[in-house]
């Protein structure tokens, strides 16, 4: 089994991953927009049996190509007025530093992601917040409080144009991840 040094942690390579078929492929696509449906209704779309859909299902899950099912909520009618993007530069590249950092946004509920980048600025974040007041208090206090953090620019979002968390299948079709056949 491959393994890859990250900055994070050591990620791993399956060799144990299934080969992707155009029923895996269509199960994913109609998830991705229904995550709640079950096996029968899976079945219909697919033109599989409702007890095939809810194994490929299962097997899927248990490969590790589904992570999880969420709710989209309405940011708005929850009272976020707020949502921006905050470029970070770090004091240090460190693992020590990287760990400390990670450790402090997984405690903050308004950061949404986090990324690492390469380029000018290291990480990227989406926060949502309630008001300026919070999203003030959230940039200078938390995010720029911390030791790790150098500098931040922050550009607040004015409207979401297109807004999904669906990813493109089309490059994955009958493709092993684990060996690229």
Not at 90 to 106: P, Q, Y
């Amino acid at each position: 089994m491959m393994r890859y040094r990250a900055i994070w942690g050591t990620v791993r390579a399956s060799r144990s991953l299934p080969v992707l078929d155009r029923f895996d492929l269509k199960i994913l696509a109609i998830l991705q927009q229904k995550g709640d449906i079950g096996p029968v209704e899976m079945s219909q779309a697919v033109h599989l049996s409702a007890s095939q859909c809810s194994r490929r299902m299962q097997q899927l899950r248990k490969a590790g190509y589904i992570r999880g099912v969420h709710a989209a909520l309405d940011a708005g009618r929850l009272g976020v007025g707020i949502s921006a993007y905050i470029l970070l530069t770090m004091n240090s590249h460190g693992i020590a530093a990287a760990e400390a950092f990670r450790a402090r946004v997984l405690e903050l509920d308004e950061v949404l992601e986090c990324q690492k980048l390469t380029g000018e600025a290291d990480m990227i974040l989406k926060v949502a917040t309630r008001d300026l007041a919070s999203f003030n208090h959230l940039l200078t206090r938390q995010i720029l409080g911390s030791p790790e953090v150098a500098t931040a620019r922050s550009s607040i979002i004015l409207e979401d144009v297109k807004s999904t968390t669906a990813l493109p299948l089309g490059f994955a079709g009958a493709v092993n991840p684990a060996d690229g056949t």
